[in-house]
């Protein structure tokens, strides 16, 4: 079935550090990939989306490109600030599905 | 700037009673969903609805039920609560197509 991997948290930078978290995917077909934050005590909103192969997702210097042949999504982000401290989930949705997929979540602490 | 609201925010129940979450979304959306979130578990889909007066099995039914009589409304039951139904419930709306979700701020239920 489909499933999303996500890299164990918590994650620990300090500002103005580089930041990746790591996402993989299973899934048949060509499913659409998300990026969503949840901060804390909040619902999560989305962050960065792609739907098709090589497409790269951008939003508030954080970056996603879909790569079909390694079945990956990584969120990355140049220079971390305090206030992208929150979970990271990373999600996908078949086409013609109406469900989505979530992955556990990675939460990410940035320090000063 | 509704968007996607719950009530309650926070409810204990023992063990055996009866309550229902309620979810309200201002976007004339089709979809709407279910999710649980558990510590390192993510979210996981319980029911889900593709319009007024459909409702569908997500990946944990078990132990709810659902209702959606206006499209602007999506309820959840936990008929008899367990202590296993301890865990923070998010509602999510989508349009058509669900390219998007939009969250609620989430209910944080404790079964004693």
């Known amino acids: 079935g489909d499933s999303v991997t996500q890299m164990e948290g918590p994650v620990t930078l300090s500002e103005e550090a580089f930041l990746t978290i790591n996402c993989t995917y299973t899934?048949?077909?060509?499913?659409?990939l998300f990026w969503y934050v949840q901060y804390p005590g909040e619902g999560l909103q989305l962050l960065l989306k792609?739907?098709?192969?090589?497409d790269k997702g951008s939003n508030k210097g954080f970056e996603a490109t879909y790569r079909k042949e390694t079945t990956s999504f990584h969120l990355e982000k140049g220079s971390v600030q305090v206030s992208d401290s929150a979970v990271y989930f990373c999600?996908?949705?078949?086409?013609?599905?109406?469900?989505?997929?979530f992955g556990s979540g990675t939460k990410l602490n940035v320090k000063p | 700037n509704a968007g996607v609201t719950q009530t309650p925010k926070f409810r204990v129940l023992k063990t055996g009673q009866s309550m229902t979450l309620l979810c309200a979304q201002d976007?004339?959306?089709?979809?709407m969903y279910w999710y649980r979130q558990d510590p390192g578990m993510g979210l996981r889909l319980i029911h889900y609805?593709?319009?007024?007066?459909?409702?569908a099995k997500g990946e944990v039914p078990d132990g709810y039920n659902v209702s959606r009589l206006k499209k602007q409304n999506f309820l959840l039951g936990l008929e008899s609560a367990a202590p296993s139904q301890t865990s923070v419930y998010f509602c999510?709306?989508?349009?058509?197509?669900?390219?998007?979700?939009?969250f609620g701020a989430g209910t944080r239920l404790s079964v004693l």
């Open positions: 609805s593709v319009g007024e007066g459909t409702t």
């Open positions: 999600a996908l949705r078949r086409d013609n599905f109406n469900k989505f997929y």
């Open positions: 999510a709306s989508s349009p058509l197509p669900p390219n998007i979700q939009y």
């Open positions: 792609a739907t098709k192969a090589d």
């Open positions: 976007m004339n959306h089709e979809y």
């Open positions: 899934a048949t077909g060509y499913p659409s």
